[in-house]
């Protein structure tokens, strides 16, 4: 799979009361990873990276990273 993934890109959303916020679009997926970790960092919450072809790939929360594929 990430060989498939490294040139796709990524949008980087946060989970807000008001539903899904869009943050970001990142080129490839551990970039995208990385780039959540940080927003994360920053601005505390639950993010999630999602993928055209895919659906959501990955979810950071406060505590964790959770791969979904």
């Keep these: 799979?990430?060989?498939?993934?490294?040139?796709?890109?990524?949008?980087?959303?946060?989970?807000?009361?008001?539903?899904?916020?869009?943050?970001d679009v990142v080129h490839g997926l551990e970039k995208a990873k990385e780039q959540m970790a940080r927003l994360a960092l920053t601005s505390p919450g639950e993010y999630f990276v999602h993928c055209q072809e895919q659906g959501v790939i990955a979810k950071q929360t406060d505590e964790s990273l959770e791969e979904i594929t």
């Design 1 to 23: 799979m990430e060989d498939a993934t490294m040139d796709s890109t990524f949008d980087i959303f946060k989970v807000t009361s008001d539903g899904p916020l869009w943050v």
